[in-house]
């Protein structure tokens, strides 16, 4: 091993462990205390309940672990937005599991919490999975209402989900196993079957205090909405079950019994591991995210057999397209290439931007890949596209234009990995979040915004010191190499992985070797969705 494969090595490891420790205190919710003050009660925490409800050694594939990393520090924080989501495995059928975390601010809405149970809810929608809610919560964080409560992507637009996933067939099952009050009683209720755990579960549109202040009454809130009352009285909830753990295994029994589902049809083989060992890609893959290096090696430590097919090798060579297997599906591959490349007029060409010749490449790349049902995955370290006149004069806009009508219209699915730069147009392009991928997840080593912070903060700081300059404001070197200090800091925060994870711009940040894992219970999800849509790009501008 060279000293740069060792050195790189060593960087990412650190990073990666990094990423571990955030985890770790992110999966304490509410913290040790919290979670043992629910166990006194005789309840599981949200994650207790999963880890029952799903099949035992089976993979779950976390959404949005690290929303809200980070944010709401004023009211104490928010880990994971107060509601673990997930795709897993209930009697070997994949489902989405959306489970309350009562151990945060005793499960209480959030403006992410919505932000993130939308987002489990469009996953369900587009791939068709069956979706069990472990409700478990306060309802509306009142402080923060203005922001979660009126607007189209808010808290009542759950409920607009789960009538329109009803109509499409997709299987809802509720569990209340805590506190589900006022607008979000509707959630479970709106489902197609909903339990409730006595003594612990209880919903009402109305707790007795309001109840009292509202109308005079005095009710206490098991008599009120308690499991008694809505499974002999009312009949809102279907059963009724004496622990969460009897709850659990209801649900594992309506999922033993459900149907078959249709599948799109995409090609999987057997999986192989790669020939190349996955360990290496620490390695292979620089930490400096302005070094170049060869992505084909890096997509041979991720493909099944190593094996990687490459579409117009010599042409457009700074994205490299081609087809594989991942975990044994077949893939198209679309990846920047991040070394220095020559063309055959023997002009160099920068890694990580696209030109011409490789929008051109990626267009008709996607489109053979819509015309063959095979997923797209987009794997990013993208600076944006070439600039200049050159560029201008030779098309780059049309060119992009095209890549950019051809990937937003594709059919297949769309899986993208931001591994490190994620810059401007380039973002678009390569599939980024306002494209409709299926799953995005970024490595520890991504970075995310307009522009790299070095050009960003150089032009915030031109900006200030001309804006103070106008002010009358003498401006010293000292309090230039200050505020190009402030600027980039704050600049370089927003870039992290961790930021746009927080604010669900991705949805997690993930160890390169779960790259494979993503990927493949992203396509095998996909697959209980058949293709209905006839791929049209519209007007391309040639």
């Known amino acids: 091993m060279d000293i740069e494969f060792n050195k790189n090595d060593d960087q990412n490891k ?76 209930v009697h070997g059928r994949m489902c989405m599991i959306v489970a309350n975390d009562a151990t945060v601010k005793a499960g209480a809405w959030f403006p992410m919490t919505a932000k993130k149970n939308l987002r489990a809810q469009e996953i369900a929608m587009e791939n068709h999975l069956p979706v069990i809610y472990l409700v478990d919560s306060a309802g509306v964080f009142l402080p923060k209402q203005n922001e979660i409560f009126p ?19 997709i299987v809802q099952v509720a569990a209340i196993m805590g506190s589900c009050v006022a607008g979000g009683a509707y959630l479970p209720i709106m ?49 009724k079950y004496d622990s969460d753990q009897e709850c659990l295994e209801a649900i594992r029994k309506i999922f033993d019994k459900i149907g078959e589902s249709e599948k799109a049809g995409f090609d999987r083989k057997e999986p192989k591991l790669p020939k190349l060992r996955m360990e290496d890609i620490y390695g ?13 090696e890096v997509i041979k ?36 290439q991040r070394k220095v490349v020559k063309n055959k007029k023997g002009e160099m060409q920068m890694g990580g931007v696209i030109y011409s010749d490789s929008a051109d490449k990626a267009a008709r790349f996607i489109m053979n890949c819509n015309q063959r049902k095979i997923p ?11 600039v200049g006149s050159k560029a201008e004069h030779g098309g780059i ?32 392009a390569m599939c980024g979040k306002a494209y409709d991928p299926r799953l995005i997840y970024s490595w520890p080593s991504a970075q995310m915004a307009v522009m790299s912070g070095a050009s960003a903060a150089k032009t915030l700081l031109q900006i200030k010191v001309a804006s103070l300059k106008k002010s009358g404001k003498e401006i010293t070197p000292e309090d230039e190499a200050q505020l190009l200090k402030e600027i980039t800091d704050k600049y370089n925060e927003e870039l992290s992985p961790y930021y ?26 996909a697959n209980h969705a058949p293709i209905t849509e006839k791929f049209n790009v519209g007007i391309i501008q040639t």
């Open 191 to 239: 489902s197609d079957e909903a339990m409730i755990v006595d003594k612990t579960g209880s919903i009402f549109l109305a707790g007795s205090y309001l109840v009292k202040a509202a109308i005079g009454e005095s009710v206490d809130n098991e008599t009120l909405g308690g499991a008694t009352t809505h499974c002999e009285i009312s009949g809102v909830t279907d059963n």
């Open 376 to 386: 797209l995955v987009f794997l990013q370290d993208v600076s944006g596209f070439m």
């Open 397 to 428: 806009i049309k060119d992009g234009a095209k890549m950019v009508n051809a990937m937003a219209n594709s059919v297949v699915p769309k899986f993208t990995i931001v591994m490190g730069n994620s810059y401007g147009a380039g973002n678009y």
């Open 14 to 89: 650190q990073l990666l462990f990094q990423l571990k420790k955030k985890l770790e205190a992110v999966k304490l919710g509410g913290g040790k205390s919290r979670i043992e003050k629910e166990h006194q009660k005789g309840k599981l925490t949200a994650r207790e309940r999963i880890d029952y409800l799903t099949d035992k050694g089976s993979e779950f594939l976390e959404i949005g672990a690290l929303a809200a990393d980070g944010m709401y520090k004023e009211e104490g924080g928010c880990p994971s937005a107060g509601v673990i989501t997930g795709i897993g495995y």
């Open 301 to 336: 430590h991720m493909v099944d057999d190593s094996d990687f097919e490459e579409y117009k090798k010599d042409y457009g060579k700074t994205l490299l397209c081609g087809t594989a297997r991942i975990d044994g599906w077949a893939v198209g591959i679309i990846a920047n």
């Open 151 to 169: 607007d189209k992507e808010h808290f009542g637009r759950q409920f607009r989900n789960n009538a329109k996933m009803s109509a499409m067939g």
């Open 284 to 296: 292979v893959f620089p930490y400096d995210r302005v070094k170049p290096y060869d992505m084909g």
């Open 500 to 525: 746009a994870a927080a604010r669900l711009w991705v949805d997690g940040v993930i160890d390169p070797m779960e790259t494979r894992k993503v990927i493949s219970m992203g396509i095998e999800a």
